[in-house]
Structure formats: structure tokens, C-alpha cells
């Protein structure tokens, strides 16, 4: 099993530029996640899935779309990237009877 | 709200010696879980240990052991006969199962003197 995989792993775009990170698990787990991690301020929750077809807002969604496209799929879109959105993004996804989340290898995005 | 907080940004300690990274949380929620993650440079997030709120006996994996203090809410983790391949970020997080939310402290960096 690959686990959680995620594309790209690097990034670099310019402002105002569109792009879409893509997520996918092979656990056949129902929550899926992202978050982005700064620098000194560990990871926080940019949007969450519980399951397929449902998609909440976490402590950081705006400037965010995401879309769970299937059981095995999560996407987070940048419409309009800003410089504030460079970061380490993170997906995550959880199974109903676990508690822990198992992560994906990250995408570092630069927006110059 | 959910908050973890982590006081010691950076801590070291001599190989096969052991060392204790703090944490504690707060959390009005009465169902809850808390995990120790590793994130070496390769920057992966790996699950170290997990305790859930509702068990009285601190969790152990190998070398690994956490000081689960309910009351005062705090939640350490302690690394025995520390090896070079446990220089890493390590992040505190609280998972509360009512809102899905999984809160991270701000991380220790642990470094290993040879």
C-alpha cells in the first residue's frame, strides 16, 4: 500500500496564479484533511472531509476550495495564489475505528 | 478551544541518555485523544505514540513513554537510550472527535550528541 500520496511535491508560483494539489489515500479511509504548516506555528487545519461528499472549514480555509472527489480523493485548489500561502501543505486522512491520522510526504508551494 | 502548547523549542541530549519533551493542552471536550508525531527532515509526519483521554495508564512503545497527567492537563513524552535517528521535530496534537479537529503544538526540536 502507497498510504496517503500527494502532487506535486514542489511548487513555485506567482501571484495571482491558480493551482490545484492533489490528495489521494489507499487505506479506504473515510476523513481526509489538509493542513499547512509555517514555520514556528506547527500544523493548522485548512479544510477537512469526513466523508465522501461532506467538506468543512478548518482554522484557516480562506484563500481555499477544496473538493472530495471520491472515497480515495482530496483535492485543495488555490484560485489566486498569494505570497502568504507559501507553505508546506499536508493531507491527511483517518479511518472510522482509528484516531490517528496518517500523513501524506507534504508539497512545499512558494508563491514569489 | 483547543490549545497545545510546547515550551521547549529546541532541547538536546547525549546519545543513549534520556530526555523528556513536554506538553500540555487544554480542551473542554471530555472525549479526546493526544499523540506524540516525529517529523525527521525528510519532513514526514510520523505517529510516535497516542494516548486516549479515558485511559488511566500512560501508553509505552519501545523506547518511547508518555507521563499522561489528566487533571493537570499535561502530556509529556519521554525517549530512552536516545539514538541518532531520533533528531527530529516532534509535535504534540490533540485529536477531539466531536469537531474532527486534530490542534498541534508549535513543536521541540530534538537534537542527538554523538
Known amino acids: 500500500n502507497a498510504g496517503v500520496t500527494q502532487t506535486p511535491k514542489f511548487q513555485v508560483l506567482k501571484t495571482g496564479q491558480s493551482m490545484t494539489l492533489q490528495c489521494a489515500q489507499d487505506?479506504?479511509?473515510?476523513?481526509m484533511y489538509w493542513y499547512r504548516q509555517d514555520p514556528g506555528m506547527g500544523l493548522r487545519l485548512i479544510y477537512y472531509?469526513?466523508?465522501?461528499?461532506?467538506?468543512d472549514k478548518g482554522e484557516v480555509p480562506n484563500g481555499y476550495n477544496v473538493s472530495r472527489l471520491n472515497k480515495r480523493e482530496f483535492s485543495l485548489r488555490l484560485e489566486s495564489a498569494a505570497p502568504s500561502q507559501t507553505s508546506v501543505y499536508f493531507c491527511a486522512s483517518r479511518g472510522i475505528l482509528s484516531y490517528e491520522q496518517y500523513f501524506g510526504p507534504g508539497t512545499r508551494l512558494t508563491v514569489t | 478551544a483547543q490549545t497545545v502548547t510546547q515550551s521547549q523549542p529546541e532541547m538536546s541530549v547525549q546519545e543513549a541518555e534520556t530526555v523528556t519533551l513536554s506538553c500540555t493542552y487544554d480542551t473542554s471536550e471530555s472525549d479526546y485523544y493526544l499523540f506524540w508525531y516525529k517529523q525527521p527532515p525528510s519532513r514526514q509526519m510520523i505517529l510516535v505514540i497516542r494516548q486516549e483521554a479515558y485511559k488511566q495508564q500512560n501508553a509505552t512503545e519501545n523506547r518511547f513513554s508518555v507521563n499522561f497527567q489528566k487533571a493537570a492537563k499535561s502530556f509529556s513524552l519521554k525517549i530512552s537510550d536516545s539514538q541518532l535517528g531520533d533528531a527530529a521535530m516532534y509535535f504534540c496534537a490533540s485529536f477531539n472527535f466531536g469537531n474532527e479537529k486534530l490542534t498541534f503544538g508549535t513543536g521541540t526540536r530534538l537534537t542527538i550528541i554523538p
Open positions: 487505506m479506504n479511509h473515510n476523513s
Open positions: 472531509s469526513a466523508s465522501e461528499g461532506t467538506t
